[in-house]
């Protein structure tokens, strides 16, 4: 929305507002049932969200360069119990507040830096996405309407179609448990035609509180944590997206990441990646796009000292993104799981989007934290109970989910979905029974100026 526009000064208004109401019916395989039965939790949900993001913009042109900045905020909350039995809260948040100076539009090389509360990801997003944290006191869990970095300083400097920058980074996350990460690293990246692509990001963590989960010696025992283990991890993401058959196939696309990380004061050793293939048969009425993705991400193996369990950092979790399956996103991070995904979308009209998501999730190492240690349960080993983490059998759960996007106009979208969680064999060991099925369905409408 412009404000002003004179002598090579422009202001501009931003707003954004969402609205999502959210049940859900055995929500986390009704596991509370099992580990805190005196707890009280009640695994059928439905609770209101919602928040409103207002801010400004200005640009400034300097003759061969231009001045920018924006300032925004979030006002969040929720009305209701959410699925982390938090609700009835909200908070008002600085969002983004930066400050930057960059070449003309029409310079090659090019030059952009800026230093502030700002969002930024790195890649695909694998690693360094998602800057800041919703849900609990913030309130707004699903809309999830922080992205925003609380400190990042960035420089990018551009020749043709390539692309390097470097970058230092605070997430914003909540106070209860912030883990005072703080990383710094650069990227370099290529950019060809038809949204191919090829990089690498690196980084080094400069200073954490962040604890690491570690196996017990042959997977029987509660693990332990590795105090301030994220402080000095290294890490390497290579990604890149493809059209191998060119024009003769050019719906046709291959992708692909894979990241390696390191801590010698701790002596870690991790990787993750993921393949995706995918083909849009434009020819074809409503024209669907079929895609397939296997994700891996290591866990801790039991059986040796070193620490091999993948720090996800902190990275983009949405359906479309890197989450691992859909309800089972809300209780897997991205380390020891793996997942084999496909997905069918169809336009029926310009406005209408429907995706269909298939998840099947596995775990990468029996007896093994999945997220930290949550769920450590007894086994009968030999005749004798002993405490045991993670998973006894690898499949994990089979996740279906349905959504469906309208834009109602140039600036108000709205999307409703519905998922269905079946637990393996994996989550089941977990209770000792069979667990039951875990559904769930949301309505949102968010606009956008």
Known sequence: MLLLDHDGLTIRMHLQAGLNVVAEHNVFWNYADTFAPSAGFDSNKTWLEGYILPGLSFTKDLGGMA?????????????????????????????????????????????????????????????????????????????????????????????????????????????????????????????????????????????????????????IGVPTLVANGRDGLNFVNFYGRAIPFGDSFENFFVAGDFAYQWNEDIDMRAWGGRIQVGYTFAEYSWAPTIAYSYQTFSGDDPSTSRLERFDPLYYEGSPSSWSTGSKSSMVFINSNVNAHQLSLRVTPTERDTLTLRYAYISANELRSPIQFGQGTHLEIINGVPNPVAGVSAKHLSDDIFLEYNRVLNPNTYLTAGFSVSFPGPGSDSVVNSNAPVWTGGFVNVVVNF
């Open 67 to 219: 001045a920018y900045g924006k300032v925004s905020a979030v006002a969040s909350g929720t009305l209701g119990i959410d699925a982390y039995a938090t609700g009835n809260t909200g908070r008002v948040t600085l969002e983004e507040g930066y400050l930057g100076l960059r070449s003309g539009e029409k310079s090659d090389p090019s030059f952009d830096v800026s230093v502030g509360p700002r969002e930024f990801k790195a890649g695909t997003g694998m690693l360094l996405a998602n800057g800041g944290s919703s849900g609990f006191d913030r309130g707004a869990l699903k809309l999830g309407p922080r992205k925003a970095w609380e400190m990042a300083s960035i420089g990018r400097f551009g020749f043709g179609d390539f692309t390097g920058t470097a970058f230092y980074l605070d997430a914003n996350e909540q106070n209860e448990s912030d883990s005072h990460t703080r990383i710094v690293g650069g990227d370099v990246r290529y950019d060809g035609e038809n949204n191919t692509f090829a990089g690498l990001t690196f980084g080094h963590v400069l200073k954490s509180d962040s604890p690491y989960p570690k196996a017990a010696s042959g997977g």
